[in-house]
């Protein structure tokens, strides 16, 4: 039987963020803990409850069918903590000294970190901001739970979180200058016809966790004629994978 009266309510966060992240490393970065302090963590939360709770697998640390039946009382307790405390703390960000944790992939963060920090530096010098990049399928829990304050991204979320449109983009395709099948088009820039985009091969980008491919959408029934030679998570890291350095070699299309 546990004794509510001296359990250290710590270890439930410790719990929650196992459980969203399913390891213990990444865990510890959410909480700003070391590896070693989440591990004695999870040691205590075991002789507590008498039960692994999270069993190291290839797919992480899987719960336990207690961690799952523990699972949502944690979340909902803690989140209804998180909520009443935000509602009742008056924000300045003059004098504020808190940090904000955003979940944005690296092309989020070279895009709008530069448009922020400026305005940060003006108004909010004291505010820290962490940037953590996780499975999009984790985001909705990881903001409703509060690890996260904020997720930019291309994102398809629960409707009861707040959410709003910040920005467009166009794709376009990357493709090496000695690429065989890069032609100069009648304005004078370069171009590439639909027939040899289809047949060239291609590196594809497709963050973790992400449902659909805006790319799979524009190109319809066409896309099962394209040819992915290397897909990656990683977007930029795609320039220096497509420049061609053998000239024996076809480069590749991003």
Known sequence: MINVRTFDLNLLRVFEAISIERSVSRAGDKLGLSQPAVSNALNRLREHFEDPLFVRTVLGMEPTPKAELLASFIHDGLATVRAGLTSSTDFNPLTSKRRFHLLMTDVGTIRFLPLILPIMNKIARNIDIAIS????????????????????GRLDLDPTLCSELIHTSTYLVLVSRAHPALKVGSNGEPTISNEDFLNANHVVFKAPGSTNDPLEDALGTKWGQLRTAL????VTAIPTLIVDRRAKRTPLAG
Request: hydrophobic residues 40%.
């Open 133 to 152: 990049e996780t499975n999009v399928s984790n985001y909705a829990d990881m903001l409703s739970n509060g690890l996260a304050d904020l997720a930019i």
């Open 231 to 234: 897909s990656t998570p990683y």
